[in-house]
């Protein structure tokens, strides 16, 4: 039997499947080739017949997966944002659309609030950059219909900073998000605000939402980056640009002749957009004279 893994508790997994959600074991074999299950894994497994539990008994190639939060085979990583207090600072959506972009994963930039503040110089921003954004109001329901249109049958996280209206959002999506997380936390003798492991979250009609723990996870270190060439890609409005630079190896920072900076000069890019790219540029850069240092693994 084939199933998708919602959720992983003190080394039971539980898998959703086409009879329903079946608890599982997983079995250490599988350490030589994915490694540990993760939230997201497509799985095999077999049920036993004494009491109906099953134990997985292979896990299908990932197509992505993020190491903090654990969980793969992701369509979407969705950022919540708000123009209306807490602003969300534009580096912190940047960031983590540049890890989605990176993994292959598609980027959804979410601005909620949108009652109070409609996000006009946000949604330009991100209109320009290629990014998928929606705006909606957690409170009023505006826009909630296009964003269920837009996750339904896929598997898509969602992240965002404190107060942005996360959790609202995710319970228009799924008005049991809430109760089921509540429950599951109960289960485990937690409380819900202190529980930081991912699950997914099955929406009527069908997909899948998981909630991530804020930001603070999403560091550019878990975008793999062999070469800090390699963060211009995950800039989609670069890419246009890529090439024509003066110079070959152009880090697109502050060079002469940057065919990049000419266009956040000509307002064809944004400038939070560009700062955001360098600031992210001089973290890899480093990580990659670190990682030369230690002799060239990864
Ligand atoms: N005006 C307005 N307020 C909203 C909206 N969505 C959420 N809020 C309010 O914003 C506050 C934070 O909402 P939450 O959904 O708890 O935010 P969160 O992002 O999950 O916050 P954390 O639990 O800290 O991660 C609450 O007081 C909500 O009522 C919205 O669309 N409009
Ligand atoms: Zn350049």
Request: charged share 25%.
């Amino acid at each position: 039997m084939e199933g998708i893994i919602l959720k992983g508790i003190g080394g039971f997994y539980y898998v959703d499947t086409a009879e329903g959600l079946i608890e599982c074991k997983a079995r250490g074999r599988f350490r030589k080739t994915v490694g540990k299950p993760i939230i997201g894994d497509r799985v095999m497994l077999e049920i036993q017949p004494e009491d109906g539990t099953g134990y997985l008994t292979d896990i299908h190639p990932r197509k992505n997966s993020l190491v903090r939060p654990a969980v793969a085979n992701l369509d979407l990583l969705a950022v919540v944002a708000s123009a209306a207090p807490p602003v969300t600072d534009p580096f912190l959506i940047d960031k983590v659309t540049a890890i989605a972009v990176h993994k292959g994963i598609g980027a959804l930039v979410v601005i909620n609030k949108t009652d109070e503040d409609p996000g006009d110089d946000l949604f330009r921003i991100y209109e320009k950059s290629g990014i998928e954004t929606l705006r909606v109001s957690a409170l009023t329901g505006e826009g909630i219909e296009r964003l269920k249109d837009r996750i339904r049958g896929r598997v898509a996280a969602f992240a965002g900073n404190s107060g942005v209206g996360k959790s609202s959002v995710l319970n228009r999506l799924d008005s049991g998000f809430g109760a089921e997380v509540g429950a599951i936390s109960d289960r485990i003798g937690r409380g819900r605000h202190t529980t930081r492991h991912v699950e997914l979250h099955p929406v009527e009609g069908g997909g899948y939402i998981a909630d991530t723990p804020g930001f603070s996870s999403f560091e550019t270190g878990q975008m793999d980056l062999v070469l800090a060439e390699d963060l211009q890609y995950a800039f989609p409005e670069f890419v246009p640009y890529l090439g024509q630079c003066r110079f070959t190896g152009c880090a697109h920072v502050k060079e002469k002749g940057c065919a990049v900076c000419a266009a956040v000069q000509a307002g064809e890019i944004a400038e939070s957009r560009h700062e955001s790219y360098v600031k992210l540029y001089e973290g890899v850069k480093d990580l990659k004279e670190w990682e030369l240092l230690k002799g060239g693994t990864r």
